[in-house]
T-cell receptor
């Protein structure tokens, strides 16, 4: 039962443009959401997070938007850079889950010159 | 200075063997985790320990046994390896379970191949 879904397995974007990655979830108990970035042969690296009490969190070029009613979140990367080419995982956690993260399947982002 | 380290990085072994993967974190975190990334690339939690105490134990075969000698180390021992155990195993750590910080820091992964 996959409670966190990333329906786009891949995304290609030109350097300098905006990358928009989407994530949907089904569990209404999730109250904390995270994005991780992963390069080949490396572990996932924490990128940005958002609590369910907010609808937006920004950190430099990265902004995460949360729409609780739609159970949807998105990650915006502006402007996209070649070093952003990686797999991006959406993850979610419920407050009573002892830190258990549920991950989506990931979206492969390729930033082209 | 590596925050979360795992050894070995690659492990190739035959069915039926017993193997261990070691994990160490130098972040001073209280909680450590093991995740499995299967062929479909899903990351799924297997276990978590908080201050050497088992907190999360997902539906993992009992051939998998985690051991935490201290809060900086969480090892994973696998008995009687099967072909389906082939995957990448990631160790992770987080500051605590209080909910203040859910961010988990991952090791580089151990690619296990069972032949």
């Amino acid at each position: 039962d996959q409670q966190v879904k990333q329906n786009s397995p891949s995304l290609s974007v030109q350097e300098g443009r905006i990358s928009i990655l989407n994530c949907d979830y089904t569990n209404s108990m999730f109250d904390y959401f995270l994005w991780y970035k992963k390069y080949p042969a490396e572990g996932p690296t924490f990128l940005i997070s958002i609590s369910s009490i907010k609808d937006k969190n920004e950190d430099g070029r990265f902004t995460v938007f949360l729409n609780k009613s739609a159970k949807h979140l998105s990650l915006h990367i502006v402007p996209s850079q070649p070093g952003d080419s990686a797999v991006y995982f959406c993850a979610a956690s419920a407050g009573d889950s002892w830190g258990k993260l549920q991950f989506g399947a990931g979206t492969q982002v390729v930033v082209t010159p | 200075d590596t925050a979360v380290s795992q050894t070995p990085k690659y492990l190739v072994t035959q069915m039926g063997n017993d193997k261990s993967i070691k994990c160490e974190q130098n972040l001073g975190h209280d909680t450590m985790y093991w995740y499995k990334q299967d062929s479909k690339k899903f990351l799924k939690i297997m276990f978590s320990y908080n201050n050497k105490e088992l907190i999360i134990n997902e539906t993992v075969p009992n051939r998998f046994s985690p051991k935490s000698p201290d809060k900086a180390h969480l090892n994973l021992h696998i008995n009687s390896l099967e072909l389906g155990d082939s995957a990448v195993y990631f160790c992770a750590s987080s500051q605590d379970l209080s909910g203040v910080s859910y961010e988990q820091y991952f090791g580089p992964g151990t690619r296990l191949t069972v032949t």
